[in-house]
Every structure is written in structure tokens, then in C-alpha cells.
């Protein structure tokens, strides 16, 4: 069996000197698949590039909520065309992030893009990544109200074990990264062994959120088998029986 990192930013700045290098030891320590974040017009066009290099390689795009206030129709059209692209397997990451920015005329901006954003996964009949910092209340308050046809992923999950449950009855996956591998990381922990395990995916969102033991180091695809490892350690299971029930997850969501 194998692990697959659903969430990465390997297209940014932080890997254009040495990518080779980190796709090479993903696969070296199990890694089956990355799923490439491509934010903004840029970043989608630098991910589609990355993945059309290596078959180990699908790709999400989107607006992400932070950089979605003075969006024109150019960069919308611009999006839709490789929200398109037969590489691209979900719209995101996507979202609502209220955590810098506390204006309400701007969370009315995100409000109306992150919106936008899934009318646009519904017509593509693609799941979404979905990021919300801040705001976990009003993210699952507009999930509930504009629903998505092929559901998705709770990017990063940070919430509690409570709001993770609700999200998996509107039909997410609960994704969870390298904060479960922290210690006296409470919260996450109690997602981790809490969650229906038909509801669990994980990631590294690669370069951030390192888990132990390289904490402190630029996160890489490589090491998501650390958090899968810690997980099966919770759950009282072996790495190989969380791995499959991963990938049947992974499988129903994007196959």
C-alpha cells in the first residue's frame, strides 16, 4: 500500500530549485499521489505545468480567500479554462479566511467568490478543497446552503471533533495534516480518533505545517506518512489498514 498527500503547494518558490529531489523521495517513502494547489492565475498555471512533468501529479485550482478582492473578469475567465483542464480534479483550495482580514464588506467578498467558486465545481461536476481559518461556522452555514454535487475536502482541518462531524454528514472529507504529530496537540488528536474513519484523508500541505519529528523544516510530500503513521497509532491500527481505507476514501471522492 501507499500514502497519498492531498494537499501541497510544490509549485511554489519554496521547490522550483530542487523539485526533482522531493518528487524523488515522495516516492521513495511510499507517496502514490500529490494533489497540486494552484492558487490564483499563476499558481495554476505553474501546478498544471508541475503535473503535466509527472504522472504522480493531479491538481486542484481556485481563488484562494485571501487574494479574491479585486478579482477582474479576465482572471475568472482565465480560471474556468483550467478549472477545465483534464488534470484538474477539484476546484480549491477555496474557501473563507478571516483570520487577517476583518472587514465585514471583505468577508461579504469572499462570501461571494467561495459561492462563485462552487456554482463553477457544480458545473464541472468537481469536488473542492475547501480552507477556512476563522470562520468554521460560517463555512459549513454557506456549504449547507449552496450545496456541492460531488462534496470535497475540509482542507487542513483545525476545528473540533463536533464541527468535523457535521461536515462529514453534509458529506466532506476530514483532512487532517502535521499539527496531529504536535505534542499537546488536543484538538486535532480528538479528530484524529474520532472521526468515521470513511470521512478521513490526509495531507501535508506542503511547505507549511511540518510535522514531527522535521518540525521546524519546510514541509515536503514526503513526509505525510508521518501523520499517517501517528494516525494509525491513535486509532489502534497498523499504517497498512489506515492506508486502505484511505485510499477507498480518496477513490469515492475524486474516481
Known amino acids: 500500500m501507499s500514502w497519498s498527500d492531498t494537499h501541497a503547494h510544490l509549485a511554489e518558490s519554496e521547490f522550483e530549485k530542487d523539485i526533482q529531489v ?23 498555471k505553474r501546478a498544471l ?3 503535466k512533468r509527472d ?7 481556485g481563488f484562494h480567500p485571501e487574494d479574491v478582492l479585486s478579482l477582474t473578469q479576465t482572471e475568472w475567465d482565465e480560471m474556468e479554462i483550467m478549472m ?19 472587514d465585514p464588506l471583505h468577508h461579504q ?32 452555514d454557506l456549504l449547507k446552503a449552496h450545496p456541492v454535487t460531488r462534496k470535497g475536502i475540509m482542507h487542513c482541518f483545525s476545528s473540533s471533533l463536533e464541527m468535523a462531524k457535521e461536515f462529514s454528514k453534509l458529506g466532506y472529507m476530514i483532512s487532517l495534516a502535521g499539527p496531529v504529530t504536535f505534542k499537546n496537540a488536543h484538538v486535532p488528536v480528538e479528530v484524529a480518533k ?3 474513519l470513511d470521512h478521513l484523508l490526509i495531507e501535508t500541505d506542503s511547505p507549511y505545517l ?46
Open 22 to 44: 522531493v518528487i524523488d523521495r515522495a516516492k521513495a517513502n511510499d507517496v502514490k499521489r500529490i494533489i497540486l494547489i494552484g492558487c490564483q492565475i499563476e499558481g495554476a
Open 84 to 102: 477545465k483542464d483534464p488534470l484538474t480534479i477539484a476546484i480549491g483550495e477555496i474557501g473563507l479566511d478571516f483570520y487577517w482580514d476583518k
Open 49 to 51: 505545468a508541475l503535473a
Open 55 to 61: 504522472p504522480i501529479f493531479k491538481v486542484a485550482v
Open 194 to 196: 474520532g472521526i468515521d
Open 210 to 255: 511540518t510535522p514531527h519529528p522535521f518540525r521546524g523544516h519546510r514541509n515536503e510530500s514526503a513526509y505525510v506518512k508521518h501523520t499517517g503513521e501517528k494516525i494509525a497509532e491513535l486509532r489502534g491500527m497498523t499504517s497498512t489498514e489506515l492506508q486502505e481505507a484511505l485510499e477507498r476514501n480518496y477513490v469515492i471522492l475524486f474516481e
Open 109 to 140: 467578498i469572499q462570501e461571494a467568490v467561495f459561492i462563485r467558486q462552487i456554482e463553477l465545481a457544480n458545473a464541472l461536476n468537481k469536488p473542492i478543497l475547501v480552507h477556512s481559518r476563522d470562520c468554521i461556522q460560517r463555512t459549513y
